[in-house]
């Protein structure tokens, strides 16, 4: 299964961008990199996904390098309500394919004023 | 529309207890996911339906841990003998079909075993 690695925290300011690395080094050709939120006390919530192409939805952009060994989240206007962990996952191949999700750490961001 | 309700929102109970946790999928949503999460962590893969049928269960801990899903709508998670480690929360996904669909995740149970 690709693992992926992201930093245990992040500040941003308020009105600023937020750029969420994520690096995915053992990816598979069929694997998607997906973007999950979770704000304190709730379940997660998805954000974005990508194969290979760059992706943007109201939420965030998801840039991904060519060789897909690493991807960035791009919050481009952060808010208070922004402030949550972060989590990128590539989605678990296996002969059963069953499309769970396999969360590390995530990334904490904090959103400053 | 509604998303994915989870009952209760919190369950006390005493080790060695029996408790089920309630998962109200999004309507037409033919995938359920079960995950924990203990404090700290991301959460935890437990168990997966397409349909009525538990198609990976790999991910509970043990035997004492079992789910349903009898009518391929609402699910619910069975833990016997509850043990002081079990406690942490219990989040459930839905998803539409397919593999690379969303899953979308309710609030949680959160679960303590004193």
């Known amino acids: 299964d690709a693992k992926t690695t992201q930093p245990t925290s992040m500040d941003c300011a308020e009105g600023r961008a937020a750029n969420l690395p994520c690096n995915h080094s053992?990816?598979?050709?069929?694997?998607?990199v997906y973007w999950y939120r979770q704000i304190h006390s709730q379940g997660p919530q998805y954000i974005i996904h990508?194969?290979?192409n760059n992706e943007t939805n109201e939420m965030a952009s998801l840039i991904i390098t060519e060789d897909r060994k690493s991807s960035t989240l791009i919050l481009p206007h952060a808010t208070l309500r922004d402030t949550a962990v972060y989590y990128c996952?590539?989605?678990?191949?296996?002969?059963?394919?069953?499309?769970?999700?396999?969360f590390g750490q995530g990334t904490t961001l904090q959103v400053k004023p | 529309g509604a998303g994915v309700s989870q009952t209760p929102s919190n369950k006390v109970t005493e080790k060695g207890k029996y408790v089920e946790l309630r998962c109200d999928p999004i309507?037409?949503?033919?995938?359920l996911y079960w995950y924990r999460q203990s404090l700290g962590q991301g959460p935890e893969f437990l168990i997966y339906?397409?349909?009525?049928?538990?198609?990976?269960d790999s991910g509970l801990p043990n035997d004492r841990f079992f789910a349903v899903r009898p009518e391929g709508s609402v699910s619910t998670l069975k833990i016997q003998r509850t043990e002081r480690g079990d406690s942490a929360v219990y989040l459930c996904?839905?998803?539409?079909?397919?593999?690379?669909?969303?899953?979308?995740f309710g609030p949680g149970t959160r679960l303590t075993v004193l």
């Open positions: 053992t990816i598979s050709g069929n694997e998607y």
């Open positions: 309507s037409g949503h033919t995938a």
């Open positions: 996952i590539v989605r678990v191949p296996g002969s059963s394919n069953t499309g769970k999700l396999i």
């Open positions: 339906f397409q349909g009525t049928g538990a198609a990976d």
């Open positions: 990508g194969l290979k």
């Open positions: 996904a839905s998803s539409p079909a397919g593999l690379t669909d969303t899953q979308y």
